[in-house]
């Protein structure tokens, strides 16, 4: 069975940095598309970034300049560093791996992030 573990999740001061990681297991790692979404409550679940199997970055406008994605695929691992958080960057985290043929799609337990003062 497919496993996204995600951690470095946490509370921080606005202003400041997190860095998320995502270890996927049972997986082609490398094949997949990885991706960040987030989930503030009462609220959809959000594209926060997204990174192809050879390193293409696409980034949510409201991270862009500030986030950064990345990948090891030999550590089956997706980063997320997050600089200069801000108070709406407060929700879930969510790690991703989507594949889209054969069409596959596979969500982490979620890692919560709280930027307050």
């Not at 946490?10 to 989930?39: D, E």
């Not at 991270?63 to 801000?86: C, E, P």
């Not at 889209?100 to 969500?107: Q, V």
Request: aromatic content about 10%; glycine content about 12%.
């Amino acid at each position: 069975q497919v496993q996204l573990v995600e951690s470095g999740g946490g509370s921080v001061q606005p202003g400041g940095s997190l860095r998320l990681s995502c270890k996927g297991s049972r997986i082609t790692f490398g094949a997949y598309i990885m991706g960040w979404y987030r989930q503030a409550p009462g609220r959809q679940r959000d594209l926060v970034a997204t990174i192809t199997h050879d390193g293409r970055a696409n980034y949510g406008d409201s991270v862009k300049g500030r986030f950064t994605i990345s990948r090891d695929n030999a550590q089956s691992t997706v980063y997320l560093q997050m600089n200069s958080l801000k108070s709406e960057d407060t929700a879930v985290y969510y790690c991703n791996a989507r594949l889209n043929f054969p069409k596959s799609d596979y969500w982490g337990q979620g890692t919560q992030v709280t930027v307050s003062s």
